[in-house]
């Protein structure tokens, strides 16, 4: 068990609909990132937050929007969902940004 | 472009021999390599990692080589155990140079041990 919790385990939803993953970081550590897996592409960094403030971005959709809250939970919203957006969404959590990074169980989301 | 590359999607090896699987990588910034390992169904579980001053880090069975001239790094796990049979991905970061630690992945290598 690595201390990131993600929820839900997994989610089925619609094309053109909009879901929120949520994601509590190890106790302690201030950088959230959020990571997607699909088929074709493996694991993609997509966005970091540190202490409520976005660091950095990759490879994110402008439909895909994240924040870090206060209490650095995390949310990443997807939204007008098309198939391919279908992937395993990866939380991870570090103490600053030049710490290992630990993984959440991930989201498998299934876009119908 | 895939800076981080692990050319061989699979490897199979004896229970007890060593596994060595391997990553190159192009950018010359990054500066910190890890290695996770992934069951399905799971999320990557943090192995072993490496700095861009070291050329060797080892965790018990766990041994990470780098040659920062060839941009190559290797794991080496020895003896090499059933439990061991997983997906690994090597991970490439700029981490100690910038101001984000956004890792970039290869594609993984699935490791089979056979009992």
């Known amino acids: 068990d690595s201390g990131v919790t993600q929820t839900p385990k997994h989610l089925i939803t619609a094309t053109g609909q909009r879901v929120t993953l949520r994601c509590s970081p190890r106790s302690g550590d201030l950088s959230v990132y959020w990571y997607q897996q699909s088929l074709d592409q493996g694991l993609q960094f997509l966005i970091q937050y540190y202490n409520g403030e976005e660091r950095a971005k990759g490879n994110i959709l402008e439909r895909f929007s994240a924040q870090q809250f206060p209490d650095l939970h995390s949310e990443l919203n997807l939204s007008s969902l098309e198939l391919g957006d279908s992937a395993l969404y990866f939380c991870?959590?570090?103490?600053?940004?030049?710490?290992?990074?630990?993984f959440g169980p991930g989201t498998r989301l299934l876009v119908l | 472009d895939q800076q981080v590359k692990q050319n061989s999607p699979s490897l199979s090896v004896q229970e007890g021999r060593i596994s060595i699987l391997n990553c190159d990588y192009t950018n010359s910034m990054f500066d910190y390599f890890l290695w996770y390992k992934k069951y399905p169904a799971e999320g990557p579980t943090f192995l072993i990692s490496i700095s861009s001053i070291k050329d060797k880090n080892e965790d018990g069975r766990f041994t990470v080589f780098l040659n920062k001239s060839a941009k190559h790094l290797s794991l080496h796990i020895v003896p090499s155990q059933p439990g061991d049979s997983a997906v690994y991905f090597c991970?490439?970061?700029?981490?100690?140079?910038?101001?984000?630690?956004?890792?970039?992945f290869g594609q993984g290598t699935t490791l089979q041990v056979k009992p």
């Open positions: 991970a490439a970061s700029a981490s100690l140079s910038g101001n984000t630690g956004k890792l970039i």
């Open positions: 991870a959590s570090s103490e600053d940004s030049q710490e290992t990074q630990y």
